[in-house]
């Protein structure tokens, strides 16, 4: 079976643009999480959606935003960019049973902000 | 701050020794999941342990956890070349329901290099 995937692969863009990114889960898998990793820095959560509604939000603005579609599958938003958003998108999905388990990662998306 | 916090930031060994990792962390947690990634790419799933387990095996990694301690540790066996990478911990925090919110909190990893 496929992993996740993301696309694109890299992306740049200058300050003030708007940037949508795209993740699809393992198949079978119902939850999608975004995560923001800064260079030299472990992901931080961004939002975590469940059945195309959103469950959590991490401390991010509200220039983020993010949606899932009827397939599980997700983007992200990111509105008025800024030079410190630059850095990998990383979306993870998992299988949600009774219990929470592992959490499988993309490849991720290098964003670079101009 | 972040939940999970790696010790040491950085160690070397040569090929063949064992590489430890320690892992801390503050609040209650649903389950503890340890990664891999090399060179910036994305996150490679390696274990994961739930709170009311205290080891867990998978080839050649161990990984202890110590909720009483609220500490984790990682330890790789006969390390090889190509286990060179970061190694983070992720400690999940929220509902531990599939259908609930929950997420991972990670450190800034350990970065592990196995010299030939």
């Known amino acids: 079976d496929a992993g996740v995937t993301q696309s694109p692969t890299h992306l740049i863009k200058t300050r003030g643009q708007h940037v949508t990114l795209r993740c699809s889960p393992i198949?079978?898998?119902?939850?999608v999480s975004w995560y923001q990793q800064v260079l030299g820095q472990g992901p931080q959560f961004i939002f975590q959606?469940?059945?195309?509604?959103?469950?959590g939000r991490g401390n991010f603005p509200d220039r983020f935003s993010a949606r899932q579609f009827p397939n599980y599958s997700s983007e992200l938003n990111v509105n008025a960019l800024l030079l410190g958003d630059s850095a990998l998108y990383l979306c993870?999905?998992?299988?949600?049973?009774?219990?929470?388990?592992?959490?499988?990662f993309g490849p991720g998306t290098r964003l670079t902000v101009t | 701050s972040q939940q999970g916090e790696e010790d040491p930031q950085a160690l070397s060994i040569q090929e063949g020794e064992n590489a430890t990792m320690n892992c801390s962390y503050k609040?209650?947690?649903?389950?503890l999941q340890w990664y891999r990634q090399n060179s910036g790419r994305g996150l490679v799933h390696l274990i994961l342990?739930?709170?009311?387990?205290r080891e867990k095996h998978s080839g050649r990694l161990r990984v202890t956890l110590d909720t009483s301690k609220k500490s984790s540790s990682l330890l790789i066996t006969a390390s090889r070349a190509a286990d060179t990478a970061s190694y983070f911990c992720?400690?999940?925090?929220?509902?531990?329901?599939?259908?609930?919110?929950?997420?991972?909190?990670f450190g800034k990893g350990t970065k592990l290099s196995v010299i030939p």
């Open positions: 198949s079978g898998h119902k939850s």
């Open positions: 342990i739930r709170s009311n387990e």
């Open positions: 609040t209650s947690i649903n389950n």
């Open positions: 992720a400690p999940l925090t929220g509902s531990n329901s599939g259908a609930g919110s929950y997420q991972l909190t």
């Open positions: 959606y469940y059945e195309k509604e959103e469950r």
């Open positions: 993870a999905s998992s299988y949600t049973g009774v219990r929470v388990g592992e959490q499988y």
